[in-house]
């Protein structure tokens, strides 16, 4: 599997199908990967029960762009998880949606 620093996600090919890059690297386990968008409510959720398993991640706030423009005080979180944990992290995903 492949990695693309630029969007934070794995790739079964050595290129990007978001942003086109051609040169990816192999992915190491501790690369943060992109797993879900979502709101707020249920991001500090996920991380309450990530942290319980014992799965790092991070919680990146996505309320620039458009969002600012229109002054919508809505965020969300974009939710990353490092590799070694993505197929865990999405099986406790798939319980919650
Ligand atoms: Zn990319």
């Keep these: 599997m492949y990695y693309c620093e630029n969007c934070n996600k794995v790739s079964e090919y050595d ?5 086109g890059d051609g040169d990816l690297r ?9 797993l ?5 409510t249920f991001g500090e959720m996920l991380k ?23 002054a919508l005080k ?11 944990f993505l197929e865990r992290a999405k099986e406790i995903l798939e319980i919650f949606l």
């Design 15 to 19: 290129f990007c199908r978001d942003c």
């Design 26 to 34: 192999e992915v190491r386990g501790e690369d943060f990967c992109f």
């Design 36 to 40: 879900v968008e979502c709101g707020t």
């Design 48 to 70: 309450s029960v990530f942290d319980k398993e014992n799965i790092p991640c991070a919680l990146l706030p996505r309320g620039t762009g458009v969002r600012t423009a229109l």
């Design 74 to 84: 809505l965020e969300n979180y974009r939710v990353y998880v490092p590799y070694a």
